[in-house]
């Protein structure tokens, strides 16, 4: 397998830009929703004991 | 379950900064959202007019592919970096005084970065085409890492700034009894459950104090990304490795410049003068001379490089700056971006708002005409036909008309904002910030963690 082939047409073909796109926003939007629950998930044991 | 307490930092001035979002709507609101919406609705039929009869309609011909569209996306997004670096830069560098001014500056951000993408679509043919960046983007096209990059930090400016704005909402959603059902409800929505304990104030600062990494990283990498549009293309001047930077400092200059104006406008409507004292402006001012000699540093490099280099093509933008079509432009953009407001600053902006607002204003104006200056002329004297072909652009009213609705359309957004939410940090800029009547059996170790790190311990 040329793997200097393969990581060159990621770059060269139409397409997988699209995709790393939208994996870089995915990516931060599921971040996001994780931290801003965990911010408003603070002392909520605490609270519940 | 018992019903859990909530606490809200104690601060001095809570009455004067949740006083503007206390009364109804009234004519005053509506006749500024109202004129507002006029200069947008022109703008919208104008653009109506040129989406059916195509670009044609506005000055850009061959070669002059670009103008003021492209010029406002570049200024918009330049603006759109005052709130990251306010808030973040400023925040990893603990600047206290960055403190009051931090939401109007992640606000400018936040209501200045959609007209800067908006302009990308505006300046397109056909903007249906735009699904093609997803479906058939090639990474080696710098207008592919613009769009991630330009996306990711709308996203990640939309994040940090809610983050922020999380207890001044709780604390709007439990002091203003006596507004409307729905703008309760609004704030209990957007609230998300905040009660103040010491442990969501440590996780807050926490995930704030990693997003400024994040987001400082960001703002390099947008503007910088932004230049490259450019910069990634052969044609003279553009081509350059000092346009990134160049571009990045520019950007901060007039977003810093921006947020003194903005600032000096909620002071004013708003009656918030004990609570943005002069002083944030003297810091400003500082910043402001800082910028001011970097950008000079920076124009002379890139000047004094073309000029030794001496190469043709090069040579007619240049001259076409200094003493060619573009050299009024060019003169007045460095008197309003430079000479003008250092002095100003130096003799006259200590303890003086109107100087400080007449030289930021000045630096805006001169922002936008560098940025038609470093992309017009090259256009008009393109590298491979410099010879043969002599370009010209001549901006329509629809572009103008256009233009002014983008600027409007910032303006509405952020009056609506300032109406409804506190333009000031309540929490941030509490004096008092202890928890322990509202959670005395719980541990304190997360508020106090958060309160030394904001005393500098």
Redesign the interface.
């Known amino acids: 397998m040329d793997l200097g082939n393969l990581i060159s047409s990621l770059f060269l073909s139409p397409g997988p830009g699209g995709v790393i796109v939208i994996l870089v926003m995915g990516g931060a939007a599921t971040v996001y929703f994780f931290l801003t629950r965990w911010i408003i998930a603070g002392g909520k044991d605490e609270d519940n004991h | 379950?018992r019903q859990?307490q909530v606490y809200h930092p104690d601060n001095q001035y809570e009455e004067a900064i949740l006083d503007p979002i206390k009364p109804p709507i009234n004519a005053r609101d509506l006749l500024l959202w109202g004129g507002l919406l006029v200069v947008m609705g022109i703008g919208v039929a104008a653009y109506v007019r040129q989406f059916i009869l195509g670009l044609g309609v506005t000055g850009m011909n061959r070669p002059v592919y670009w103008g003021v569209y492209i010029t406002n996306f570049v200024f918009f997004i330049g603006l759109a970096h005052s709130g990251t670096f306010i808030s973040a830069i400023l925040r990893l560098s603990g600047a206290e005084f960055r403190k009051p001014l931090a939401r109007a500056a992640e606000a400018l951000t936040l209501f200045s970065l959609p007209f800067g993408v908006a302009s990308i679509m505006i300046d397109m043919g056909r903007p249906d085409r735009v699904m093609n960046?997803?479906?058939?983007?090639?990474?080696?096209?710098p207008l592919?890492w613009d769009?991630?990059a330009v996306?990711?930090y709308l996203?990640?400016s939309v994040?940090f700034f809610y983050?922020s704005l999380?207890p001044d909402i709780a604390l709007c959603r439990d002091r203003l009894e006596d507004v409307p059902s729905w703008q309760r409800s609004m704030y209990r929505i957007l609230a998300?459950?905040?009660?103040g304990?010491?442990?969501?104030?440590?996780?807050?600062e926490r995930?704030m104090d990693g997003m400024a990494i994040f987001m400082t990283m960001l703002v390099v990498t947008v503007h910088t990304v932004v230049s490259w549009v450019f910069g990634m293309t052969i044609q003279p001047v553009w081509h350059s490795a000092l346009i990134g930077p160049f571009f990045l400092l520019g950007a901060i200059f007039s977003g810093t410049a921006a947020v003194v104006i903005v600032l000096a406008i909620l002071r004013k409507a708003y009656h918030l003068e004990d609570v943005l004292p002069v002083g944030l402006f003297n810091s400003l001012r500082k910043l402001l001379i800082v910028f001011s000699l970097g950008w000079l540093y920076m124009m002379i490099a890139e000047h004094l490089t073309l000029y030794y280099g001496n190469i043709p093509e090069e040579m007619e933008v240049f001259w076409q700056r200094f003493t060619g079509d573009f050299s009024i432009m060019f003169w007045v953009m460095t008197f309003a971006v430079f000479v003008v407001p250092i002095l100003i600053f130096i003799f006259r902006g200590k303890n003086s708002i109107a100087w400080m607002v007449t030289a930021s204003v000045l630096i805006n104006i001169g922002m936008w005409l560098e940025r038609y200056v470093v992309i017009i002329p090259t256009e008009t004297r393109p590298r491979l036909l410099y010879e043969l072909v002599q370009g010209s652009y001549t901006p329509t009213w629809t572009e103008w008309a256009i233009t002014a609705s983008l600027f409007a359309g910032m303006f509405l957004l952020y009056s609506i904002f300032t109406r409804f939410f506190p333009v000031v940090p309540l929490w941030e800029t509490a004096e008092t910030l202890e928890p322990e009547t509202a959670?005395p059996e719980?541990?304190q170790r997360?508020f106090r963690g958060a309160r030394r790190r904001r005393l500098g311990g």
Do not use: N
């Open positions: 379950m859990a960046v997803i479906l058939y983007g090639r990474f080696e096209s592919l769009f991630t996306s990711l996203f990640s994040v983050l999380l998300l459950g905040w009660k304990h010491p442990e969501q104030f440590h996780r807050l995930v959670f719980k541990r997360g």
